[in-house]
């Protein structure tokens, strides 16, 4: 763990010579980061604005195609792209979440065949299930930490290296923004500047080459308020309460939810995320927003219409809107913003909210209002027939 802004040129300097210097025979490192590039992407998908980066990295886990990178708000499009290491641009869809893991899959596509149907890439990759069977990473340990840190590495041009040693072995207590972070399990901590913009999803390996863990995203230490670099071992699980319904009586709960397991389910199509239990509806402020469908944990925050003379009314939220900030906090998902109004707010309360206009953020003045004491319809009335 260690400060971040501080050190970020740094991160930027250590990073850029393997990247841009040439190939030396007496680099010690080369020929380990030749072979590991070939097993790397770069991701392109969603964001592109104020602390969203549209950027990203993976790391191949099958010939066919089949990556692992983290669950961002980078896959929420239709037009996800990655770069492999020869230069190819090519489209690539999600096949599996896990937020609890704080991992996904995601397979590329090509041009004339079915998800699901062989790629014929034949590409290098990281054998995750050898991986996983492997012991951890001792304190003290040598890595290497290859990501597309800042946007350096674009079609054939080489990820950022850096290498550190593994400070620690601990859980994660982490948070962004006000949100406690999903995964709690244990991590990595190492003494490289590595969880900078688009490291997440990047690959933490020992000095044979062997995958380690997945570099995690940009979160602050909630015990001791400090940025962490960190990683999430191959090895990595989390256990789950959930409650079900059995003979008409609700029961809680924990099911343990594994890395590999998710892994070898998710490139088999089999994967469904862990289902919570629900929240309960009517605390916090009112605002009248009608969001699009929550089909998913991780649907993007768009405003599919607003209910006449509600608070958001009156702010000028339009349809098509996409919520991305509450107060200077990153709004990644529907989800995500009705659990911060519950859990943040009452009514009176004004708040500042940026919606993505367009190309353009707009900034919105939101004062709350009072929960309704009946239902709000959640579609548009429809207009009244002409005579």
């Known amino acids: 763990m260690m400060t971040r802004y501080g050190t970020?040129?740094?991160?930027?300097?250590l990073a850029v010579p393997f990247t841009a210097m040439p190939v030396r025979a007496a680099d010690p490192f080369n020929e380990l980061a030749e072979k590991t590039n070939q097993k790397m992407v770069k991701v392109f998908g969603a964001g592109g604005f104020?602390?969203?980066?549209?950027?990203?990295?993976?790391?191949?886990?099958?010939?066919?195609?089949?990556?692992?990178?983290v669950a961002s708000q980078l896959l929420d499009t239709s037009e996800l792209v990655?770069?492999?290491?020869?230069?190819?641009?090519?489209?690539?869809?999600?096949?599996?979440?896990?937020?609890?893991?704080?991992?996904?899959?995601?397979?590329?596509?090509?041009?004339?065949?079915?998800?699901?149907?062989?790629?014929?890439?034949n590409l290098a990759y990281f054998d995750f299930a050898e991986a996983a069977k492997k012991p951890l990473a001792e304190t003290g340990d040598?890595?290497?930490?290859?990501?597309?840190?800042?946007?350096?590495?674009?079609?054939?041009?080489?990820?950022?290296?850096?290498?550190?040693?593994?400070?620690?072995?601990?859980?994660?207590?982490?948070?962004?923004?006000?949100?406690?972070?999903?995964?709690?399990?244990?991590?990595?901590?190492v003494d490289a500047i590595t969880n900078n913009p688009g490291a997440a999803g990047g690959a933490l390996i020992n000095r044979k080459g062997d995958l380690l863990g997945v570099i995690g995203r940009e979160i602050k230490n909630s015990l001791s308020d400090t940025w962490m670099n960190y990683a999430i071992p191959v090895q990595a699980k989390v256990d789950i309460k959930i409650k079900e319904t059995v003979k008409d009586k609700e029961e809680e709960k924990t099911i343990t939810v594994t890395m590999p397991d998710f892994v070898t389910q998710g490139m088999q199509g089999k994967y469904r995320t862990v289902t919570r239990p629900?929240?309960?509806?009517?605390?916090?402020?009112?605002?009248?927003?009608?969001?699009?469908?929550?089909?998913?944990?991780?649907?993007?925050?768009?405003?599919?219409?607003?209910?006449?003379?509600?608070?958001?009314?009156?702010?000028?939220?339009r349809p098509d809107d996409l919520v991305s900030f509450v107060d200077g906090e990153p709004i990644a998902s529907i989800n995500v913003f009705n659990a911060w109004i519950k859990?943040?707010?009452?009514?009176?309360?004004?708040?500042?909210?940026?919606?993505?206009?367009g190309e353009a953020l707009q900034t919105l003045e939101l004062t709350l209002?009072?929960?309704?004491?009946?239902?709000?319809?959640?579609?548009?009335?429809?207009?009244?027939?002409t005579p």
């Not at 629900?278 to 925050?301: C, M, Q, S, W």
């Not at 859990?343 to 206009?357: H, M």
């Open 50 to 69: 104020s602390r969203l980066n549209n950027y990203g990295t993976g790391i191949i886990i099958s010939p066919d195609g089949h990556i692992l990178t």
């Open 278 to 317: 629900k929240t309960t509806v009517g605390e916090g402020g009112y605002h009248g927003i009608v969001f699009v469908p929550n089909v998913l944990d991780r649907t993007p925050a768009y405003v599919e219409d607003v209910v006449p003379g509600s608070p958001a009314a009156k702010a000028g939220f």
């Open 82 to 121: 990655v770069h492999l290491y020869d230069g190819q641009r090519l489209k690539a869809q999600v096949l599996a979440v896990e937020p609890e893991l704080d991992a996904a899959i995601i397979k590329i596509r090509v041009e004339g065949k079915k998800i699901e149907e062989p790629t014929g890439l």
């Open 142 to 189: 040598w890595v290497l930490a290859l990501t597309n840190t800042f946007e350096i590495a674009l079609r054939d041009e080489p990820l950022s290296l850096q290498r550190g040693v593994v400070m620690a072995r601990t859980k994660l207590a982490g948070r962004r923004g006000v949100f406690e972070f999903p995964y709690t399990g244990d991590v990595y901590v």
């Open 343 to 357: 859990k943040n707010t009452r009514s009176g309360q004004v708040l500042r909210v940026e919606v993505r206009r």
């Open 369 to 385: 209002g009072a929960q309704p004491t009946r239902p709000q319809p959640t579609q548009p009335a429809p207009m009244p027939k």
């Open 8 to 13: 970020l040129i740094l991160a930027a300097v």
